[in-house]
Structures are given as structure tokens and as C-alpha cells.
């Protein structure tokens, strides 16, 4: 057997009323296009994945992300050029998100770039791009 991608990614948020312009933003950036938008709901389609946003329990709804918690790490997008990255990078800057880090090269694959940034409850998410396959090509373990 051999999977075919990620099919989608669900993220909780405490502020959905500020997560929803932020991801309106970022996934129509990103070309993935709304397939579901009912109260406390968001889902974006596209790339061969779906992102979908909801809305946390209400006791839950002091709570910010923290990234070394048991769970959800980071989520990383990946762009088709190096521009894109670039272009994702602007965008941030011009609406106001919280940028962690601007556009580098990273040590994680050969050309290697990114912009890593935080949503309204502090979700780190990453667009990169890696030029050709990077370590997708052919890097599966065999043990």
C-alpha cells in the first residue's frame, strides 16, 4: 500500500471570529477554494488537500496554541516556487499576521525555503518550497 497525500487537516481555534478572515486569507492565497462555510466551520479545498477550520468548545476558549503540547507540531503548506513563498511572505506583512520568521533557507533539504508564521490562537503554519521532489523523491524507509 502506498497513501496518496493527506487528505485533509482539521484545526481548533478558540477565536474563530478573528481565525476566519486570517484563513479566508491564507487558503484563497494558496489557491484552495471554500467548500463548506456554516457557523463555527470552515473548509478549503484544493492542492490535492482540504484545511478545514472549527470552532472550539466554549470552555476552552482562553486557550492558545502551544507547539511542543502532545498533538499538532506545526503545519507546513508546500508552494510550487520559490516566489510563492515570497508572495506569502508580503501578504503576512501587509494584513498583520504574526510572522515567526521571515523567508529563509533551511538545512532540511537541499534549497530548502520558508516563511513560518502564527494564526489568531498562535498555530504555527509554514508555506516552503523545496525545489524538484526534495526528499520526497525516492526517501521512503524500507525497514
Not at 474563530?16 to 471554500?34: C, E, N, S, V
Request: proline share 6%; charged share 20%.
Amino acid at each position: 500500500m502506498e497513501i496518496n497525500g493527506v487528505a485533509h487537516i482539521m484545526l481548533t481555534v478558540s477565536r474563530f471570529d478573528q481565525a476566519r478572515p486570517f484563513y479566508h486569507g491564507l487558503l484563497a492565497l494558496l489557491g484552495m477554494k471554500p467548500a463548506i462555510e456554516e457557523d463555527g466551520l470552515l473548509y478549503y479545498v484544493g492542492g490535492r488537500t482540504a484545511v478545514g477550520v472549527v470552532r472550539g468548545a466554549s470552555q476552552y476558549g482562553d486557550e492558545r496554541f502551544v507547539q511542543l503540547r502532545v498533538g499538532l507540531h506545526h503545519v507546513c503548506f508546500r508552494a510550487r516556487a520559490r516566489a510563492d513563498v515570497d508572495l506569502v511572505h508580503q501578504y503576512l506583512r501587509q494584513s498583520g499576521w504574526k510572522i515567526v520568521h521571515p523567508p529563509q533557507e533551511g538545512p532540511w533539504a537541499p534549497g530548502y525555503y520558508s516563511v513560518l508564521f502564527e494564526d489568531p490562537d498562535g498555530i504555527r503554519i509554514e508555506v516552503n518550497h523545496v525545489p524538484g521532489k526534495g526528499l520526497l523523491e525516492g526517501g521512503e524507509s524500507k525497514g
